[in-house]
């Protein structure tokens, strides 16, 4: 009884196990279709984010070689503005390099030159850092004489030319760019006399209050400094008048301004 008990047991676990081992194919089916369906690898959420990412990547683009094109054009049209003036620029120059050869051939052919033209004209910076120059070597020699002469220490006036000669030479410099702005007192392509006078006798009022203050500064000497200051005033000022009649004639450094008659 007991044997049969036992192998009756036995059938029993052996086909509970085979129930279970055995899975229906409709539910294994049903289960593998299920999982698919959800599964990150679906063909058709892999295609949702591919489409997503590519439409994003686009509008990225798209705004960035919208700002370039903006930067381009932004460029492109102040370089054409540049090209506009310069082009104005160009055209005016041809105008008058026109001019001027035809009034060139013009004077090849035997026509007479305007004596109006010549008054006109202006001096280079060269020029005029020349003639300070060479005006501070000789009105420093004489200065130097006149400060020995009253002081009676070479020091004193190796050190009141010193000082005269820095200051005056850029001062004179100055003065000489100012004046040639203005064409008072010019003709025949020179200075006039009356100009020569006029710039004379007003460098000297400047260089009479710049040499007595330097005068007075080194030798402490009020009476002394005076002195030196006052021979200055009347030797150079007949000097200065001499020296701009002299350049006056020297045809370096000057720029006709042939275009007035254009």
């Known amino acids: 009884m007991s044997n049969l008990l036992l192998a009756l047991v036995s059938v029993i676990a052996v086909t509970t196990v085979s129930s279970f081992s055995t899975i229906s194919p409709v539910i294994r089916t049903s289960s593998t279709t299920t999982i698919s369906q959800f599964s990150p690898l679906s063909p058709k959420i892999r295609n949702i984010g591919l489409v997503r990412a590519s439409t994003a990547a686009g509008d990225a683009d798209t705004a960035t ?4 094109i903006k930067q381009l054009e ?7 503005k540049k090209r506009e003036i310069a082009q104005e620029k160009l055209n005016q120059v041809e105008e008058t390099l026109t001019k001027l050869q035809s009034r060139k051939q013009q004077y090849l ?19 005029s850092a020349v003639k300070a120059l060479m005006w501070r070597v000789i009105a420093g020699t004489v200065t130097f004489i006149t400060s020995f002469k009253f002081s009676g220490s070479i020091a004193t006036a190796l050190s009141i030319v010193g000082s005269d000669f820095l200051s005056k030479s850029f001062t004179m410099f100055i003065g000489e760019r100012l004046m040639n702005k203005s064409q008072a007192g ?3 392509g020179a200075d006039g006399a009356g100009r020569s006078l006029m710039k004379a006798l007003v460098w000297r ?3 009479i209050c710049n040499t007595l203050t330097m005068a007075i500064f080194i030798a402490k000497d009020i009476t002394m400094a005076s002195k030196i200051a006052g021979s200055d005033a009347i030797f150079k000022t007949g000097l200065m008048f001499f020296y701009e009649r002299v350049w006056a004639k020297i045809e370096w450094g000057k720029e006709y301004q042939v275009e007035y008659n254009l």
């Open 186 to 188: 010019r003709k025949s």
């Open 109 to 127: 052919n035997g026509s007479t030159l305007d004596s109006s033209p010549a008054a006109n004209f202006s001096e280079t910076t060269g020029r």
């Open 205 to 207: 009022l400047f260089a």
């Open 65 to 68: 070689s919208s700002r370039i």
């Open 74 to 80: 932004k460029e492109e049209a102040r370089i054409a």
